[in-house]
């Protein structure tokens, strides 16, 4: 299996704060991601403009694909997407993912 990793953009939801974010995304990680065998991490990082990243890596493709499908009938991921600005989202458009070459850690 080859990792596969998403960078998912995101900008705030009008209205919606940093802490809001990170309070939305720790209930999203522990209610749902933890769950989920075929994530191996996740990062949510802010850009120098203001808007966010949330990195995702995969165990393999057909996990991704797995994740995304659940994440659509998952009232955790609404309200947790419900934080986000998602009018430039394309529910149809394919997600953008990067396959792993290699891996370094400290």
């Known amino acids: 299996m080859i990792p596969v990793t ?4 995101a900008k705030l939801a009008p209205g919606v704060t940093e802490e809001q974010l990170l309070a ?4 999203f990680q522990d ?28 165990r393999s493709e057909a996990d991704m694909a797995d994740v995304l499908e659940k994440e659509m009938q998952s009232p955790v991921c609404a309200a947790f997407f419900a934080l986000m600005d998602m009018s430039d989202f394309d529910p149809e458009a394919p997600m953008e993912s990067y396959a792993s070459l290699a891996t370094y850690t400290r």
């Open 6 to 9: 998403v960078l998912a953009p």
């Open 31 to 58: 209610e749902f991601v933890a769950h989920e065998p075929g994530v191996l991490r996740r990062e949510i990082v802010r850009k120098p403009d203001g808007t966010y990243l949330d990195i995702v890596q995969f």
């Open 24 to 27: 939305g995304s720790q209930k």
